[in-house]
């Protein structure tokens, strides 16, 4: 690290990272630690053409960084629609070299894939299948995760205004190590020295992806660093249910008043939400298969999947 890139080391929020590493646990099969399975309308969302198109591209040692775009500063959610904005407008040769990649760890690139390559789409698929997972998955609980990461983040300001730099980035985490002029950080196996130069270097704090550090190098304006945002463990024994809303108070509160058959406007009336909110969050629980619904008369009336 030269004193051009570490004057130039910020923190910020990566909503989309949050979004792309949710979707690749589901791609690869696996549990959060602390969150568990994905959930059912994880995978129903696997059924979007766009989505799918992502899921596509994530394999167990390789995702795009063009997924992943550097986090501007700002506000989460004008964040996230600015780094898919950047993902809309890649440049065709780069998603041509990195979608080129996977198949050196997966063995093969999916035909969905290429023909997006090739018919200059898969740029725009991509920031719409991560917009729609975002939408359906991680929308309705996002301030939870962005509690979190915030809290965090003002930790490590603190930290970074009484200490300095050299003890923020020794505080991230244990397998990255400031030498005085270097970090060293360890992903496994594989080695690589990468100089910053006058790159800045954007580090930024997860909750999905706990508690794992994720790394990106290549990126011709900056480096960014994704390591764990600390808190979490404490805050599970302190409250079980704060880590069980990452889905959204407003699916789990129709969720469980759903015991018996109930309207739209009943529910709307109920739970003090506007009609299209409530039917918005009853499509999205149909389509994970946690509802069911049938018609009477006018109305349509919806009850927990008993199965």
Same mark, same amino acid.
């Given at each position: 690290?030269?004193?051009? #890139?570490?004057?130039?080391?910020?923190?910020?929020?990566?909503?989309?990272?949050?979004?792309?590493?949710?979707?690749?646990?589901?791609?690869?099969?696996?549990?959060?630690?602390?969150?568990?399975?994905?959930?059912?309308?994880?995978?129903?969302?696997?059924c979007?053409?766009?989505?799918? /198109?992502v899921?596509?591209?994530?394999?167990?040692?390789?995702?795009?960084?063009?997924?992943?775009?550097?986090?501007?500063?700002g506000?989460?959610?004008?964040?996230?629609?600015?780094? /898919?904005?950047?993902?809309?407008?890649?440049?065709?040769?780069?998603?041509?070299? $990195?979608? #080129?990649?996977?198949? *050196? +760890?997966?063995?093969q690139?999916?035909? =969905?894939?290429?023909?997006?390559? &090739?018919?200059?789409?898969? #740029?725009?698929?991509?920031?719409?299948?991560?917009?729609?997972?975002?939408?359906?998955?991680?929308?309705?609980?996002?301030?939870?995760? $962005?509690d979190?990461?915030?809290? &965090?983040?003002? #930790?490590?300001?603190?930290?970074?205004? &009484?200490?300095?730099?050299?003890? !923020?980035?020794?505080? !991230?985490?244990?397998?990255? %190590?400031?030498?005085?002029?270097?970090?060293?950080?360890?992903?496994?196996?594989?080695?690589?020295?990468?100089? !910053?130069?006058?790159?800045?270097?954007?580090?930024?704090?997860s909750?999905?992806?706990?508690?794992?550090?994720?790394?990106?190098? *290549?990126?011709?304006?900056?480096?960014?660093?994704n +390591?764990?945002?600390?808190?979490?463990?404490?805050?599970?024994?302190?409250?079980?249910?704060?880590?069980?809303?990452?889905?959204?108070? =407003? %699916?789990?509160?129709?969720?469980?008043? !759903?015991?018996?058959?109930c309207?739209?406007?009943?529910?709307?009336?109920?739970? &003090?939400?506007?009609?299209?909110?409530?039917?918005?969050?009853?499509?999205?629980?149909?389509?994970?298969?946690?509802?069911?619904?049938?018609?009477?008369?006018?109305?349509?009336? +919806? $009850?927990r999947?008993?199965?």
């Amino acid at each position: 690290m030269t004193a051009g #890139g570490m004057a130039r080391t910020r923190l910020a929020l990566s909503p989309v990272a949050e979004v792309t590493v949710w979707l690749w646990l589901l791609v690869l099969g696996r549990r959060h630690p602390l969150f568990g399975d994905v959930g059912p309308v994880a995978r129903s969302v696997l059924c979007h053409r766009d989505v799918a /198109l992502v899921a596509s591209t994530l394999s167990r040692g390789y995702a795009p960084d063009l997924l992943t775009p550097a986090p501007t500063l700002g506000r989460a959610l004008s964040v996230l629609d600015d780094q /898919l904005d950047k993902i809309s407008g890649a440049a065709q040769e780069a998603i041509a070299e $990195q979608v #080129g990649h996977i198949a *050196c +760890y997966s063995g093969q690139v999916a035909t =969905t894939v290429r023909d997006a390559v &090739d018919a200059g789409t898969f #740029g725009r698929r991509a920031a719409n299948g991560l917009r729609v997972f975002w939408r359906h998955v991680l929308a309705d609980g996002w301030g939870s995760l $962005q509690d979190s990461m915030e809290a &965090d983040l003002a #930790g490590r300001t603190r930290t970074m205004a &009484d200490h300095g730099l050299s003890a !923020l980035l020794g505080s !991230l985490h244990p397998d990255i %190590r400031w030498t005085g002029e270097s970090l060293r950080i360890a992903l496994g196996g594989h080695e690589e020295n990468v100089t !910053l130069g006058t790159r800045e270097l954007v580090l930024s704090p997860s909750v999905l992806n706990w508690p794992n550090v994720a790394l990106q190098v *290549c990126g011709k304006d900056s480096a960014v660093i994704n +390591y764990p945002a600390t808190g979490l463990v404490a805050n599970r024994r302190r409250d079980p249910g704060v880590l069980a809303r990452l889905y959204g108070d =407003t %699916r789990a509160g129709l969720l469980a008043d !759903l015991d018996r058959a109930c309207s739209t406007a009943e529910l709307s009336v109920r739970h &003090d939400i506007a009609p299209s909110t409530v039917s918005y969050h009853l499509r999205v629980l149909h389509q994970a298969g946690l509802v069911i619904r049938r018609r009477e008369g006018h109305y349509v009336l +919806y $009850q927990r999947n008993p199965s």
